[in-house]
T-cell receptor
Framework: KQEVTQIPAALSVPEGENLVLNCSFT??????LQWFRQDPGKGLTSLLL?????REQTSGRLNASLDKSSGRSTLYIAASQPGDSATYLC?????????FGKGTRLHILP | ETGVTQTPRHLVMGMTNKKSLKCEQH?????MYWYKQSAKKPLELMFV???????ENNSVPSRFSPECPNSSHLFLHLHTLQPEDSALYLC??????????????FGPGTRLTVT
């Protein structure tokens, strides 16, 4: 049974710092891994999708990597800003099984 | 309207009521999803529809009844709910399902409170 873990559960960093969020999964047989952000009481915004054959994806200040063999993905945020404060979720997919982690709640201190 | 919309945004219902949640996607996608997000728990996938056919049902109680009349609309019919069903219900869509290249796009959610 696939399990997805995100560590840490919460993180506070000063504005301007680079930071890394972690996502691990127990079954490497996945189609893709997707990173989302969620603002309080809102829906999810897709950030990056990495297919199982890919190693990383980049969008602006965000870079996500995938190491399928070790069951790990990281989301790197460069030069963090207060607007980056949100909960970041990762999800892995195989067929129609989509499993989410509990998320990392990120707070960027001005 | 763009993206994925959900109505209502907030709903309070008694345990004996019947209500429906509506989702509409304006992206031309072929697959739609219902998720439940409870406090302190990960998002849980409830149902998956592909071209109006239900392809996944994750052991959801029968008091939740989905309906997909066409590829743009998805409903979740609710009846005889329990207080533990209070949660944020999220709808999502994707262009396809097979393989790994299809991103999911989410709506804003319906905050449901069962009293």
């Amino acid at each position: 049974k696939q399990e997805v873990t995100q560590i840490p559960a919460a993180l506070s960093v000063p504005e301007g710092e680079n930071l890394v969020l972690n996502c691990s999964f127990t079954d490497s047989a996945i189609y893709n891994l997707q990173w989302f952000r969620q603002d309080p009481g809102k829906g999810l915004t897709s950030l990056l999708l990495i297919q199982s054959s890919q190693r990383e994806q980049t969008s602006g200040r965000l870079n996500a990597s995938l190491d399928k063999s070790s069951g790990r993905s990281t989301l790197y945020i460069a030069a963090s800003q207060p607007g980056d404060s949100a909960t970041y979720l990762c999800a892995v997919r195989r067929y129609d099984k989509i499993i989410f982690g509990k998320g990392t709640r990120l707070h960027i201190l001005p | 309207e763009t993206g994925v919309t959900q109505t209502p945004r907030h709903l309070v219902m008694g345990m004996t009521n019947k209500k429906s949640l509506k989702c509409e996607q304006h992206l031309g996608h072929n697959a739609m999803y219902w998720y439940k997000q409870s406090a302190k728990k990960p998002l849980e996938l409830m149902f998956v529809y592909s071209l109006e056919e239900r392809v996944e049902n994750n052991s959801v109680p029968s008091r939740f009844s989905p309906e997909c009349p066409n590829s743009s609309h998805l409903f979740l019919h609710l009846h005889t709910l329990q207080p533990e069903d209070s949660a944020l219900y999220l709808c999502a869509s994707s262009q396809g399902r097979q393989g790994g290249r299809y991103e999911q796009y989410f709506g804003p959610g319906t905050r449901l409170t069962v009293t």
